[in-house]
Structures are given as structure tokens and as C-alpha cells.
């Protein structure tokens, strides 16, 4: 287990990717000044209907994506394989893409703010785990413009945040720029208005 698996949970990165999936299908929103509270659970969103804790913000994404799949981006896919598609990178996305990431930033950023030094130890396992897993997607990426084929989806969504956040304030955009087709992705899902709107909502974030 990180050192910072604990702190994770209360500063979650996504409910940056909330914010932008709400943004891409059209949904009104506004975000709470909390917003790094450590003792917050995570950010409060408040619909027109409901407030939401984001601690399974996943989860969330994917029943709006339901519930509004005929307004703005349809993010789910229109078949079942594709559904099944999307389904699949979303859980490499939390399971393989994201957790050196998040070891990364925590070892980078994060650590030297609370006065923890760098292990350039777990810096250099950590970028290993995640080139690797880059690998994978580059040999997805040359057979599709996106991970669950030629659509933006949820799954190419989910991994705004952390990425942004490693080609910027951890200066590790030569994992993402050494690999053609990884690095005409991320341009691609990066330029989105979408998430252009959301990274102006947190101005120096990254």
C-alpha cells in the first residue's frame, strides 16, 4: 500500500473527471470552496436534484452518462461490445494506468510540500510501472483514435486529470511524448473544450 493511499481517498483527482464529464453532456453544476480540505471527504457537486460526496465518482460519471446519453457526448458507446469496450479501459484506467501516477505525484509534488523528501527509488519504479502500461495503450492507439475505438468515451475521460498533472507539475511529459500514438491522444483529449473549461475552474492546479 502508498504511504499516501489514505490521503488519496479525501483528495481524489476525480472529481475533476465529474466536473468535466458534466461539463461535456451539458449539466449544470457548481463546486463548493472546500475543495482541499483534508478533512472533506472529497468535493461536494450539487445538481439540480441531489448533492453528491466524491468517493465513487466513477460511479457517478456512469449513471449520468446513462441518465443523459442523449444530451451532449454520448460517453458509453452505442453497442454492447462497445459499452463492454469502455467498461474495460475504465478498469485499467483505475487498476494499472493510475496508480503510478498517483505514486508519482505523491512522491514529486505532494511529498516535498509536506516536507517528505523524494524516494528517487519508487520515482524510478513508478515511472518504470507506468511505461509499461503506456506501452500497451500505444499498441491500442495505433488500431483506434481512442481506447474503446474510434469515439472519445468515459474511459478516455477518466484519465484527464492525472495525466494532465504528470505532463505538467511532475515534468514527466516525455512518458506521454516518446510514444507517437499515446502523444496524439492526449492531444486530442486534452484540447477538448470540455476539460479546458474544467482546468480554468482550478487555475495553477497544474
Known sequence: MSRYQRKLKSQSP??????TFLTDVQVSFRLHSRLWCVSCVGIKICLSTSY??????????RYY????????TDLLGK??????????WLEVEAHSYNP?????????VV???????????LIKENEEKLGKVLDIYEERLSKSKYLAGDFFSL???????MTQYLVGKMEKEYLIRDRK????????????????KVVELWPGLY
Open 100 to 108: 503510478p501516477i498517483n505514486d508519482l505525484a505523491h512522491e514529486i
Open 79 to 88: 453497442t454492447i461490445e462497445e459499452r463492454g469496450l469502455v467498461e474495460q
Open 181 to 196: 500514438n499515446v502523444s496524439a491522444w492526449w492531444d486530442d483529449i486534452s484540447s477538448r473544450p470540455s476539460w479546458k
Open 52 to 61: 453528491f460526496i466524491d468517493t465513487e465518482s466513477r460511479a457517478i460519471a
Open 14 to 19: 476525480f472529481q475533476f473527471t465529474l466536473a
Open 111 to 121: 511529498g516535498p510540500l509536506r516536507g517528505l523528501t523524494p524516494d528517487p527509488k
Open 155 to 161: 474511459a478516455d475521460l477518466s484519465h484527464l486529470p
Open 65 to 72: 452518462a446513462e441518465k443523459y446519453k442523449h444530451q451532449g
